[in-house]
């Protein structure tokens, strides 16, 4: 197979809930992609031309559900999104290296594993020329491409999530797992010291799941 010397470039954020990660690819330039999603792992691949294929492993630090977890092609990237098994902050985006299965995501390109110059550490808490160049990107990207619905709501939570102290995130994260998702609080004084209770949507009833 023909190389072309495209190098696949990613980013990645997170929710409450969630972990959305998006992969540079523009529309003009695949021909088709898909994501395969294991508790502790995604696999991403994508055809670039009739010969070249590029896939990427990723790792992941948590489980998450499969079954729940889904991919969309817009037209800078693919946005893959995967929802966490429980409801934590990653510190994170893969697991700790120590074994040969751990390492950062690989990029294998046309059968070949290969280094990724552009993501060589795990997460945003260091900074580097390419990954600023990156971020820079992605901005110009998502700036053509303005979120809407649930991607515009997450958007929202994570900036929230990143931008507040300790006490924020612990009343988000403490909120949103006792109330099942119902319920979102940054206000740490009103649920820190009290069971979060249920409140579902107007309309609906929440019952309770017995075996």
Same mark, same amino acid.
């Given at each position: 197979?023909?190389?072309?010397?495209?190098?696949? $470039?990613?980013?990645?954020?997170?929710?409450?809930?969630?972990?959305?990660?998006?992969?540079?690819?523009?529309?003009?330039?695949?021909?088709?992609?898909?994501?395969?999603?294991?508790?502790?792992?995604?696999?991403?691949?994508?055809?670039?031309?009739?010969?070249?294929?590029?896939?990427?492993?990723?790792?992941?630090?948590?489980?998450?559900?499969?079954?729940?977890?889904?991919?969309?092609?817009?037209?800078?990237?693919?946005?893959?999104?995967? $929802?966490?098994?429980?409801?934590?902050?990653?510190?994170?985006?893969? $697991?700790?290296?120590?074994?040969?299965?751990?390492?950062?995501?690989?990029?294998?390109?046309?059968?070949?594993?290969?280094?990724?110059?552009?993501?060589?550490?795990?997460?945003?808490?260091?900074?580097? $020329?390419?990954?600023?160049?990156?971020?820079?990107?992605?901005?110009?990207?998502?700036?053509?491409?303005?979120?809407?619905?649930?991607?515009?709501?997450?958007?929202?939570?994570?900036?929230?999530?990143?931008?507040?102290?300790?006490?924020?995130?612990?009343?988000?994260?403490?909120?949103?797992?006792?109330?099942?998702?119902?319920?979102?609080?940054?206000?740490?004084?009103?649920?820190?010291?009290?069971?979060?209770?249920?409140?579902?949507?107007?309309?609906?009833?929440?019952?309770?799941?017995?075996?």
């Amino acid at each position: 197979m023909a190389a072309t010397g495209q190098k696949l $470039r990613y980013d990645w954020y997170q929710t409450i809930s969630d972990v959305s990660i998006n992969v540079l690819v523009k529309a003009d330039k695949r021909k088709e992609c898909s994501v395969h999603f294991e508790q502790d792992k995604v696999v991403f691949n994508v055809m670039l031309t009739s010969d070249e294929k590029e896939t990427i492993e990723f790792n992941v630090a948590e489980e998450i559900v499969p079954e729940a977890s889904s991919y969309k092609e817009l037209k800078s990237k693919v946005e893959i999104k995967l $929802r966490k098994k429980v409801g934590i902050n990653w510190s994170t985006l893969e $697991r700790k290296p120590g074994t040969e299965d751990k390492k950062e995501p690989k990029i294998i390109k046309n059968g070949t594993a290969e280094a990724d110059p552009h993501h060589a550490y795990p997460s945003s808490s260091h900074y580097t $020329r390419n990954w600023d160049k990156l971020v820079g990107d992605i901005k110009k990207e998502e700036e053509k491409e303005k979120p809407e619905g649930d991607a515009a709501l997450n958007s929202l939570f994570q900036q929230i999530y990143s931008g507040g102290d300790d006490e924020v995130k612990k009343a988000m994260n403490k909120s949103f797992v006792e109330s099942g998702g119902t319920v979102l609080s940054t206000n740490w004084g009103e649920v820190g010291n009290k069971k979060v209770e249920v409140k579902p949507p107007d309309g609906m009833e929440f019952k309770k799941y017995e075996m």
